[in-house]
């Protein structure tokens, strides 16, 4: 892309994969934050520009290892305010790689149950089903933080 090029919200949202309801749920949360043009009268058109973009592939990055909106806007202001330091980098990607190592085991368990399942199944039913662990947490709510 050409430095400095800018996007309407329609080029925008082809270009990052986003809908346009998306991107305006984004721009109301605060965690995009386009120029306005002077086109469009009372709804002046939203600019947006590669760092826009550069942007909410962060934010579809961080809601994919399990970050909820409301801390990923935390810390959007927290960069845009003070910036982030080393330490604090350190420590929002350890809490990444914890989570994604979390949801790899989880992920790894329901494997192991499915392939156990589909064989027990391929093979005529014989013997008492194989379950999923009684103890185990329901995994839509082990991956929500508390």
Same mark, same amino acid.
């Given at each position: 892309? !050409? &430095? @400095? ?6 080029? +925008?949202?082809? /270009? ?6 998306? %991107? *305006? $749920? ?11 043009? !002077? &086109? @469009? ?6 600019? +947006?520009?590669? /760092? ?6 962060? %934010? *579809? $990055? ?85």
């Amino acid at each position: 892309m !050409v &430095k @400095g090029y800018h996007m309407l919200i329609g080029e +925008f949202a082809a /270009r990052t994969g986003l809908s346009q309801d998306t %991107i *305006r $749920f984004y721009v109301r949360k605060g965690l995009i934050a386009p120029e306005t043009g !002077v &086109k @469009g009268g009372r709804n002046p058109y939203q600019i +947006f520009s590669e /760092r826009d973009a550069s942007t909410a592939r962060m %934010i *579809r $990055f961080a809601q994919a290892v399990g970050l909820p909106l409301r801390e990923i806007a935390t810390i959007a202001a927290e960069l845009q305010r003070q910036g982030l330091t080393p330490a604090r980098e350190v420590e929002l990607m350890d809490e990444a790689l914890a989570r994604l190592e979390r949801k790899a085991a989880e992920l790894a368990e329901l494997t192991d149950y499915l392939r156990q399942k589909r064989d027990w199944v391929a093979r005529g039913k014989p013997g008492n089903e194989p379950r999923f662990l009684d103890d185990a947490p329901c995994l839509a709510t082990a991956a929500r933080p508390a």
